[in-house]
């Protein structure tokens, strides 16, 4: 799967927008603006130019210092005046700029900082609600014991343990730290968390017992807050994840560890700040401090696991694809800088292959279905696919290497799901209308426009089975891009480009959805089921859930079923990450789920390569002969 | 008990050895010489009069560089050109010197590093021989897997576990990280180390399964390299605890801990950093890394352990010096900053008190005595006295704070056991035997010379009941340091200073028999029991195993039993070590005997200091009248 995905970036890369003379290609990250700009022209001109979407509340009059960004080094003009006076001195050496004062010299990647975006990026954290476990893994006690006297000198440790009736339970060492002056201050009155008949940690009576749930998405992270004892979710918040400055996929940030000095810890790095960044928000949102935390679970693809664990990568990275561990493990949050309470753990969820990870074993947990019941699809569409097909008792997962199109990326007009982005369209003969995120301007396609975009082209008959555009049709332009379809026009040279479809986008699209198609197709065949004998498919993750599933099935992308039998779950692996927080069964359900889901390598099967290539035609899905 | 202790202390810095006009004092650590020598002098010379016995093997003539040493800061003259050509830049930083090079301003505290000392220091490390136990806490299983192909994509950690018939065990983190590499570099062959369910260690198979035990002691470190499985000792070291810079006793370095910025960290460091060289030299001396040690069994008494843990020791070094935890601890090496192996585990003994730690537990482990037996006596001679009956079905502790008097600490001629200290006196009329370690020179007295001389002094009428000097005897000098009994005459101003015991040092040895003595008295009221009750009376420690048990019992610090019911035992802390080293049993013991044994708070009980003002009479061991 790994050649597959790799030839198909290749690709891309040859096909993408080139900027001409006197032009330079910007590419604003996260939001994943992109496209050629005037040489010379400011990054604000830029931004607006891209729909990037840059906070200036100035109006670029570089008086607010809003629009703080941070170009790679040496393709922008040097610091103006404005920004050595607006700009800290700390802020200049760590590369940060204002938009509206430099100005483009060369070829730029520009990081936009979440607090300099205009509109906040959808967050994928809207999923499964959960109640909670009765079984949590950490409890809390109260306690009172009576003072230490000259005739009673038990040490302080054991006094608490033994009032609670935890005579033989263990205290970690952070905690032993905190308690004589706790005990001295809190009146002998105190709370204790215990997991496993360990005392993690010790605080007074009012200090609640809260817990983190993470989905590590290898684009996004979603982190939960939630009560560990009542299961309620008390806040939530989504960002990106901060590796994307490595690669946007697994493979280019596993290569980033492989083959820079401190790559490993770059990338382990970036991602506990992150966490970090986000717990402290989360708890200060609820009036708390990170000591109210008592507990994490993170799930994630295996990649972003190995990478979190600073786990080797070389093996993951290469034929056959082993991962370093696929079993669950508890590791003390200070052990890998998370800065929780005194002695709390992370759960980290177990793998099932190396390409199938905690993430998809979180969604199926989520998801509740039982391999014995009639046959269910579960599908988490991503950069990686993993589908899991719930049918004759057994668990099979595949990984499908969809790769980036479906969430905007690689796509000349794609953009991740932000204000601006076109997210549905209808085309009727040479109207087209466009719905966007909050209904600003529209800037771009996200991962659901994208979608319908082909879906509602392949309707009109612009472009056929085999994805050639349709050269007579008025919308579709010879630019000097290559053919395209029109979705909406430009304002001509150097005013707002036009957004659309081009050739290249297709053959992108093209092989993503056959790349979803034909795992699909081999899990049916590996349990002789047609598609029809489907009781229910479950759509799981962001895209999933504002995808128009006609199009996806109209495309070949999902098997043509009674829309009632299709349900589009949202963030289940981080719904599966909330149940197991607060509940052990569930952490053994989990265990269990990834010990019995079998792993069925595509690229192993015989019939994968021919099934691909018939899979790339533009068509509803359909079993091929013999199946 | 603490006050007593304070009080003592404060009495002797007043009556120490003064220094004269054109004279400074100077103070050589850790080895305790320390005396008056003459301003502007080399420190070579004044080590040389003092008997601190530093290395110059070029003769003092500044062409070996051998001669390195710390005075304090302001305290000598500058460095010569001598210096800095054979002192490296980070050495002259830290402010090390040559002893040939540097002369002496004022009083002075000189530390020499280990390497400067010309002999080196009786260790700590002789003591119980231990057999190994047959349930050790880390096991060791070789395990060959098959390589991982398409069809077989079971992670690395997993495929080892399973193949160990593990499945059910964790592995650590940074074992996970060493797998995959070393997996594919043994030919899917390796060893496990596991330790309860947890693989702590991956390794080639020709990694032995070593562990260390240590007796961390206020004064001295000991530690010994054990094969883990069969309990053998490899090699074992002993050194001073470089703690001792923060000052010599445990309250002075639990006040540094409270009153210093940052002292609670120096502290730790100072004394993991010790371990750390100690450790790397004894893997080092039987040809391996510290990748072959896989557990640390410590035990010291309880502010060494605070302080190692960085536990607080504000409510420790209080009335009523409660301890933060008494339990056992087992934390990874790594939290500790302790270089073992990947996961391996650090075992802390469990305390039984304030001034009663698990260096008295395991002692009482090694000595392997039932409280059901007939009644037992054991007593741990060091800075703190730690004294144990077992009768009548139970174990019972007291602390004595006995001071560093029979440790040569504040005795004007006192010293540590190296070469040169007169270790054992005998005193016939106006005659004068000595015996000195390795038969050198005589510059001091060490612990059992110490105790020889006021014996002998008795003995022979020079010191009376009361512990007044005979002013009449020949040997009694009225020197200008008050009244002094000479044993061995000194050459004159500038010469060889003379060695002998004052009136003062004479009063500090009444306080700390006493000490001894009533704590002994106070066990055998409270059992009811006579001193010749006893059937065994097992004296552990360093001083312990070289005292002259004849003197001891002249002066009453021990009763007068016949000397067949006496057992010399050497470091039985450190064999306690050993021991729950490889035995899980020995550890749950070691559990028992913390609980399970009584503290006796000496200064709670309501005779104590009458009994203690008695003891200090220069007699054989009685008890008093009501007793």
Redesign the interface.
């Known amino acids: 799967m790994m050649n597959t995905h790799q030839d198909s970036e290749q690709q891309l890369a040859a096909s993408g927008p080139q900027a001409e003379a006197g032009e330079v290609f910007v590419d604003f990250e996260p939001v994943g603006r992109r496209g050629p700009c005037a040489r010379g022209s400011t990054l604000l001109d830029c931004a607006r130019l891209l729909g990037a979407g840059i906070a200036a509340v100035c109006g670029g009059h570089g008086t607010c210092g809003r629009c703080k960004v941070v170009p790679a080094t040496d393709t922008v003009s040097g610091p103006t005046t404005i920004e050595t006076t607006l700009l800290s001195h700390s802020e200049l050496s760590a590369g940060v700029r204002l938009a509206c004062q430099c100005r483009v010299l060369r070829d730029c990647l520009v990081t936009v900082p979440p607090e300099s975006l205009s509109t906040p990026q959808r967050a994928q954290i809207e999923g499964l609600e959960v109640a909670a476990g009765s079984d949590p893994p950490v409890t809390s006690v109260e306690v009172t014991v009576s003072a230490?006297?000259?005739?009673?000198?038990?040490?302080?440790?054991?006094r608490v343990?033994h009032a609670a009736g935890k005579g033989t339970a263990?205290?970690d060492?952070a905690a032993?730290?905190a308690?004589?002056?706790l005990l001295?201050a809190s009146d002998w009155a105190l709370r204790l968390a215990i997991r496993d008949d360990e005392v993690i940690r010790v605080s007074n009576l009012s200090m609640p017992t809260l817990g983190l749930a993470v989905d590590l998405g290898t684009t996004k992270i979603a982190a939960y807050l939630v009560n560990m004892l009542s299961g309620e979710v008390l806040a939530a918040e989504g960002r990106m994840n901060p590796q994307i400055r490595y690669g946007e996929d697994v493979v280019s940030r596993m290569t980033h560890a492989l083959t820079n000095e401190g790559g490993a810890r770059d990338l382990c790095t970036s991602v506990v700040d992150a966490l970090n960044e986000m717990t402290e928000r989360l708890v200060a949102s609820v009036g708390y401090t990170t000591d109210a935390l008592v507990e994490a679970v993170i799930v994630g693809n295996t990649a972003m696991h190995h990478l979190l664990?600073?786990?080797?990568v070389?093996?993951l990275s290469r034929?056959?694809?082993?991962?370093?561990?696929?079993?669950p493990?508890?590791?003390?949050a200070r052990?890998l800088g998370l800065r929780l309470s005194q002695g709390a753990y992370v759960h980290v969820f177990p793998?099932i292959?190396?390409f199938v990870g905690g993430d998809h074993v979180a969604a199926l947990l989520a998801i509740d279905a039982s391999p014995s019941g009639s046959p269910t699809l579960v599908i988490d569409i991503g950069t990686n696919t993993e589908v899991c097909l719930l049918a004759n008792g057994r668990r099979t997962s595949v990984s499908c290497a969809s790769g980036p199109a479906f969430e905007g990326g690689h796509i000349r007009d794609g953009m991740r799901a932000a204000a601006g982005a076109i997210e549905h369209v209808e085309i009727s003969g040479d109207e087209v209308h466009v719905q966007t995120i909050e209904d600003s301007d529209p800037v771009g396609l996200c991962g659901s426009g994208i979608l319908d975009t082909l879906a509602e082209m392949h309707r009109n008959g612009i472009v056929d089975r085999m994805g050639r555009l349709d050269t007579s049709h008025s919308r579709v332009k010879n630019s000097d891009r290559g053919k395209e379809y029109v979705l909406v026009s430009g304002e001509g040279r150097n005013g707002k480009p036009s957004i659309g479809m081009t050739q290249g986008d297709v053959r992108q699209l093209q092989l993503a959805k056959s790349a979803i198609e034909t795992g699909i197709q081999l899990l049916l065949v590996h349990e002789q089921l047609a598609p029809t004998d489907l009781s229910a498919v479950v759509v799981a993750g962001a895209f999933g859930t504002y995808i128009d599933l006609q199009s996806a099935m109209a495309i070949g992308m999902l098997p043509e079923l009674p829309l009632e039998r299709y349900k589009q779950v949202g963030n289940a692996a981080g719904a599966g990450a909330k149940l197991a927080l607060s509940s052990l069964a569930r952490r053994r359900e989990a265990v269990e789920i990834a010990a019995r889901t079998g792993?069925l390598?595509l690229?192993?099967e015989p019939t994968f390569m021919k099934r691909f290539v018939d899979n790339t035609y533009i068509a509803p899905f359909e079993m091929t002969e013999g199946d």
Not at 148 to 158: I, K, N
Not at 329 to 332: A, G, L, P
């Open positions: 230490p006297s000259m005739h009673d000198v038990q040490g302080d440790a054991d343990l263990t205290i060492v032993a730290r308690l004589p002056p001295r664990l600073t786990l080797p070389d093996s034929s056959p694809y082993v991962p370093a561990i696929s079993a493990m508890d590791i003390k052990e793998n292959a190396g792993y390598e690229a192993a």
